[in-house]
């Protein structure tokens, strides 16, 4: 006899070491989406259309383990997958006295019939069930079969397994539940369809008798110390599945189908999402389109990331989700648009690392061409000279293609290429227009690129789910920590939206709006605290409304969320320090060059020893002149009496548009006959045609696709001579540019003298064709 049970013992040993799938096998799951702090966001359906969360059996928490064991199979842990005592007993009250029908299954028996889709109404069915209950305890473990059936049990309506109940119920994890709660889930898989009224959610009549009958027996074998029974008295109210919570739409779906691409099934995501700043976006979202609805303002996107963990704190793709006429369902944060303006910034972040300017560099917003692109501004003005720090704030077009035209390694493009960028056509294809808005980007793309100032130009990837892997240790540098520093400094001095926003205080925001073309998009963009806050207004349908206006439209919206964050949060200074290798200089503010005693406009600016361009300012110049006479006196000239006056030298071009607008400079007297003297007269500088450019000229233009020829020159110029491989071409007066139409393909070498007979060369290549 002892043989022969040692024999069976080794043969069940032997069959539960061979391979056999997990009691899961086969089960399509829900996802859980939960915020930050553990918070439902929604809870998707299974691909069978039932709600199914697997939870471990040490998730599941010892109360429902209790419950249910009381509830179903006290004798669970005793039994080899059926007990005989209640098989007799439940064919004998059912079958002989004619009672309430008792099946007498076990929790074993109940996972054989969920697991294999048994028929057991018959005594035929209920042997397979035991024979199939025998064969589950001899592959899994009681733990296992016990996880299985609390996995597998019907928790009414289309709610499968207590996971999923508990978090459709009570918004619980089964382990943090009450005992009131605890109970009433033990009790529903006996009959889940007919003891929760569907319209209230309330525990019917005969739920709570049963969760308190269970009580009684919990009581019992568990000691409940001084817990109030009263309780059991209080009405409970069940969530129904279409009350549960549908939080942050877009980036739930969007990460449902990154899920989906990885072909993977997760049944629980934690999101990096704040539920208190995601309410913020909602409600400003909708209460901004609310209010300018009748302007045609009808959606609206906007992200929120923390830039010291960048994490996605918070993110709106659009304002209604369930708005058919606005497509609420697109992701307005992660679908291409045009950027506007809101990428000049890292135009000046880039020209600063590669030398070209410091933020105090004087830039010419005048009429030019590149080529054939002649960029023009939103006023439709031009402005003359004016600094690198108000040429950004002011969002000037012409400086930005200007200084975007001179970038070497990086060039804008290559620069967003190297930050990540998705989807950009070649360099070739944008041309300058880049600069301006002429490709497309998503708002998690430009959230990205402004924390990267944040954190000094070194560019990391945003996380939208806690856990999420990301490589810190080394991030790219893609902009120095200098340059990162001046151009924030000079996006603080943007003057605020509305009136007392942030001008008061320490905190400045750092901010840039964008408009596109046709005015299909308008954009608000910047730092606020620790947070990079991109806010978009448009159509998905691509349609243009001239109430799209960066600064008229985002900006409210943008300053609104901003107030929101610093009310409701702990705000902390974007910029922490100043990087060690910046200096300040006092420079011209006229011309942005190192100051002298002459120099009227004084002012500073940061400045990276070795890379920022610095030499003296020329725009103010001392002019001495024979007081008898009236005659300049050249270097080296004296008279019995000296009068010295100091003159503003500007190019020529300058001058001209300080006369269009109504503000002539007084001219400098003629030094040229004084050609000795250095500062008499510079040298000419082309303008047009530009460096490194092919020009096609068309034939279908019918001479009409003609190459602008521009120079500026010194004061005292008043003509230009203009030559094409030493062929004398025209003249033309200073201010005034000369049309030139190349006959043939090739490179020409351009060749302009001013009446003073200085030169400046340049090269160009040509192509004749369509």
Excluded at 304 to 318: C, F, H, I, Y
Excluded at 409 to 428: D, I, N, T, Y
Excluded at 671 to 692: D, E, F, G, V
Aim: aromatic share 10%; glycine share 8%; net charge positive.
């Amino acid at each position: 006899m002892i043989a022969l049970l040692a024999a069976l013992v080794f043969a069940a040993s032997v069959v539960r070491l061979l391979p056999h799938p997990p009691p899961q096998d086969g089960l399509f799951f829900s996802t859980a989406y939960y915020d930050r702090n553990g918070g439902l966001l929604r809870l998707t359906l299974a691909k069978d259309d039932r709600y199914r969360v697997w939870t471990p059996l040490n998730e599941i928490g010892e109360t429902v383990i209790s419950g249910s064991l009381l509830q179903e199979d006290r004798y669970f842990y005793l039994h080899f997958g059926f007990n005989p005592f209640s098989l007799v007993r439940g064919g004998w009250i059912s079958f002989v006295r004619g009672g309430a029908k008792q099946g007498g299954s076990t929790i074993t028996m109940q996972l054989a019939r969920m697991y294999w889709k048994m028929n057991t109404k018959s005594i035929g069915g209920k042997i397979r069930q035991i024979l199939r209950a025998v064969q589950l305890e001899l592959l899994y473990s009681k733990d296992e079969i016990l996880e299985g059936y609390l996995n597998y049990a019907p928790y009414g309506r289309n709610i499968e397994g207590v996971g999923a109940a508990s978090l459709i119920y009570f918004d619980k994890q089964p382990n943090a539940l009450a005992l009131p709660e605890a109970l009433t889930l033990s009790v529903l898989p006996q009959s889940p369809t007919f003891r929760i009224d569907k319209n209230t959610g309330l525990v019917g009549e005969k739920l709570t008798i049963a969760r308190n009958g269970l009580f009684e027996k919990y009581a019992e074998a568990h000691d409940t110390g001084n817990f109030n029974r009263s309780f059991f008295h209080l009405p409970l109210a069940l969530r129904q599945p279409e009350e549960l919570p549908f939080r942050a739409p877009h980036l739930v779906e969007q990460l449902a189908k990154e899920s989906f691409a990885a072909s993977e099934q997760p049944t629980a995501v934690r999101t990096t999402i704040d539920p208190l700043f995601q309410k913020l976006l909602e409600t400003q979202i909708g209460a901004f389109v609310d209010r300018n609805r009748r302007f045609g303002i009808t959606n609206a996107a906007a992200v929120l990331v923390d830039t010291s963990s960048m994490q996605l704190v918070a993110a709106v793709g659009s304002a209604n989700y369930f708005d058919d006429t606005i497509a609420g369902q697109i992701n307005g944060f992660n679908i291409k648009r045009s950027p506007g303006s809101a990428l000049k910034p890292f135009i000046y972040a880039l020209a600063i690392d590669q030398g070209l300017i410091h933020q105090q560099t004087v830039l010419k917003d005048v009429p030019s061409s590149f080529g054939a692109y002649e960029p023009e501004n939103f006023d439709r003005a031009f402005l003359g000279p004016l600094s690198a720090t108000q040429a950004l704030i002011r969002s000037r077009n012409v400086p930005a293609v200007y200084l975007s035209n001179r970038l070497r390694f990086p060039s804008l493009h290559r620069f967003l290429k190297l930050a990540g960028v998705s989807r950009l056509r070649s360099e070739k294809h944008y041309g300058l227009a880049l600069a301006l808005g002429g490709g497309e980007i998503t708002a998690l793309e430009i959230a990205k690129l402004y924390a990267l100032l944040a954190n000094g130009g070194r560019l990391r990837e945003i996380q939208t789910t806690i856990g999420e892997l990301q490589n810190d240790e080394s991030p790219d540098r893609l902009i120095s920590a200098e340059a990162s520093f001046i151009t924030l400094d000079m996006l603080a001095q943007t003057p605020p939206y509305g009136s007392g926003a942030a001008a008061a205080t320490n905190d400045p925001i750092y901010w840039k709006t964008g408009t596109s073309r046709s005015f299909k998009d308008a954009w608000s963009v910047g730092l606020v605290g620790q947070y990079a806050l991109v806010v978009w207004i448009g159509n998905f349908d691509n349609s243009g409304n001239p109430a799209f206006v960066g600064a008229q439209s985002a900006a409210p919206l943008f300053f609104q969320i901003a107030h929101g964050l610093k009310a409701s949060a702990q705000i902390s200074r974007t910029i922490a320090q100043i990087p060690p290798n910046l200096k300040q200089v006092e420079v011209c503010l006229s011309s942005g060059d190192l100051a002298t005693v002459w120099c009227k406009r004084k002012g500073v600016t940061w400045f990276i020893p070795g890379v920022s361009p610095i030499r003296v300012d020329t725009v103010y110049r001392p002019v001495r002149f024979n007081a008898a006479n009236g005659r300049v006196l050249c270097d080296g000239e004296s008279a019995p009496t000296v009068r010295t006056e100091v003159f503003e030298f500007y190019s020529s071009d300058i001058l001209a548009l300080f006369r269009r607008a109504g503000l002539p400079k007084r001219e400098p007297p003629s030094l040229a006959h004084c050609m000795s003297n250095a500062n008499a007269s510079q040298p000419p500088a082309i303008t047009s045609p530009l460096r490194n450019t092919i020009y096609t000229i068309r034939a279908s233009k019918n001479g009409s696709d003609e190459i602008t020829l521009s120079a500026t020159g010194s004061a005292t110029v008043k003509t230009f001579y203009w030559f094409a491989n030493d062929r004398f071409i025209g003249k033309s007066e200073r201010s005034s540019p000369l049309s030139w139409l190349p006959l043939a393909s090739g490179r020409y070498q351009i060749r302009v003298i001013d009446d003073h007979g200085q030169v400046d060369v340049r090269l160009v290549d040509v192509a004749l064709g369509e």
